[in-house]
């Protein structure tokens, strides 16, 4: 049998459990795609499985072993090449650690910085992008840094409106692609 898919397999229903909350269930998945990836996985993939891992921990108040996990996961990405997508997610999950239980903003946006400037390093455009912004902005705020927080607010609401712009002009030419295809259909019919 194919270990890979089948950590694949337990990872997706992670996902799909994670979606409604069930974080039991999605960390049961988890550490069954975490274990086999630690066997058989690239770096990574274990890098994934890790970041999966501790969410579900997350979703049950083990905050502990999600941040254990996050450590070991950026240790794992820092060392390894094209691993810069789960870097922006393990930074972005530490600055939220240091933010939301220990209230320490200044190391929390350090780990934002990191993070925001992986995916303008790497040109990453879309929720990659939008993402790592709101909570510099957050953070700068927090800090009385309120130019750099209106910076970042104002890059956050312009990126948001881009991305709403690019929705709209994908939703309209889809739009028209269905009208043509309905038109010829119908000429089709007669």
Same mark, same amino acid.
Do not use: C
């Given at each position: ?16 459990? &994670? ?30 499985? !890790? ?20 450590? &070991? ?7 390894? +090449? ?23 903003? +200044? ?39 309120? +130019? ?38 119908? !000429?089709?019919?007669?």
């Amino acid at each position: 049998r194919n270990k890979a898919l089948e950590a694949y397999g337990h990872s997706a229903i992670g996902n799909i459990y &994670e979606s409604r909350n069930d974080g039991a269930i999605a960390l049961k998945n988890y550490q069954i795609s975490l274990k086999i990836r630690r066997e058989v996985g690239s770096p990574n993939e274990l890098a994934s499985s !890790l970041i999966e891992t501790a969410r579900a921990f997350n979703i049950l108040n083990q905050y502990n072993k999600s941040y254990d996990l996050i450590q &070991e996961g950026i240790k794992i990405a820092e060392q390894n +090449k094209n691993n810069e997508l789960n870097l922006v997610y393990l930074y972005q999950m530490l600055g939220h650690e240091y933010e939301g239980r220990y209230k320490d903003h +200044k190391t929390a946006l350090q780990y934002f910085l990191k993070s925001y400037n992986i995916v303008t390093e790497n040109n990453f455009t879309g929720e990659n992008s939008i993402n790592t912004i709101k909570p510099i902005a957050e953070m700068y705020f927090k800090l009385g840094d309120y +130019k750099n927080s209106a910076t970042y607010y104002k890059l956050h609401h312009d990126l948001l409106n881009e991305n709403q712009q690019r929705v709209n002009k994908e939703l309209i030419k889809t739009e028209d692609i269905l009208k043509e295809e309905l038109e010829k259909e119908k !000429l089709a019919v007669q």
